[in-house]
């Protein structure tokens, strides 16, 4: 079956550290994969994209990586502060659909 | 995002009754979706819909219906709502603009239901 699957634990870190986050499918071939940031009681918020040919994609602080034959992409804050705080979400649209597909997200905490 | 506004906010209502979820935007994209949102289960699509005419069924619709009333409108209906539909609501909103079919997606903040 398809399945998204990001780290169900929240991710502790100390402010200052690199965080990485982890995003991994199965079945599916994505044309691309989108990173998003919710914060409690609100929206997600769209942060990255990295398309099926790309291995990395930088915007300030923020790095993903894509590797399409483990299936798998890496979001990585580095210099991570206490507002960093919220819970990631990885999405990709496999190549025929017109949709989104979501993973559950991951919590990060940067303690100060 | 003040772009799309959900309403209402908060709701809570009683099993069997029937309720409407209403989102509004004003970024001219002609893509609309609702989704709720469960604790670990992330995002899940209950309808979609491309442009005004247009309107398709995501993984979870039963027990929803949807309208769209014009560009920037779309609403969801629970028709008689039970206690398994208490859940975070999102309508979201996207436009295939720019160089890729990027399709991404702009949230509003959110309908929380409880339904008892």
């Known amino acids: 079956s398809q399945k998204i699957e990001q780290n169900s634990e929240a991710l502790n870190i100390q402010e200052g550290k690199t965080a990485t986050l982890t995003c991994n499918y199965t079945n599916y071939s994505p044309a691309y994969l989108q990173w998003y940031r919710q914060d409690p009681g609100r929206g997600p918020v769209f942060l990255l994209l990295i398309r099926e040919n790309e291995k990395e994609k930088r915007k300030e602080r923020l790095k993903v990586t894509f590797d399409t034959t483990l299936k798998q992409s890496l979001f990585h804050i580095t210099a991570s502060q206490p507002a960093d705080s919220a819970t990631y979400l990885c999405?990709?649209?496999?190549?025929?659909?017109?949709?989104?597909?979501f993973g559950a997200g991951t919590r990060l905490a940067v303690h100060p | 995002d003040a772009d799309v506004t959900q309403t209402p906010r908060n709701r809570i209502t009683k099993t069997g009754k029937r309720i409407m979820l209403e989102c509004s935007q004003t970024k001219g994209h002609d893509r609309m979706y609702w989704y709720r949102q469960d604790p670990g289960l992330g995002l899940r699509l209950i309808y979609y819909s491309f442009d005004v005419k247009d309107i398709n069924k995501g993984e979870i619709s039963d027990g929803y219906s949807v309208s769209r009333q014009a560009q920037a409108k779309f609403s969801l209906s629970l028709e008689s709502a039970i206690p398994n539909q208490t859940a975070l609501y999102f309508c979201?909103?996207?436009?295939?603009?720019?160089?890729?079919?990027?399709?991404?997606?702009?949230f509003g903040p959110g309908t929380r239901l409880l339904v008892l």
């Open positions: 999405a990709l649209i496999s190549g025929g659909y017109n949709k989104l597909i």
């Open positions: 979201a909103t996207s436009d295939l603009t720019g160089e890729t079919r990027k399709e991404t997606q702009y």
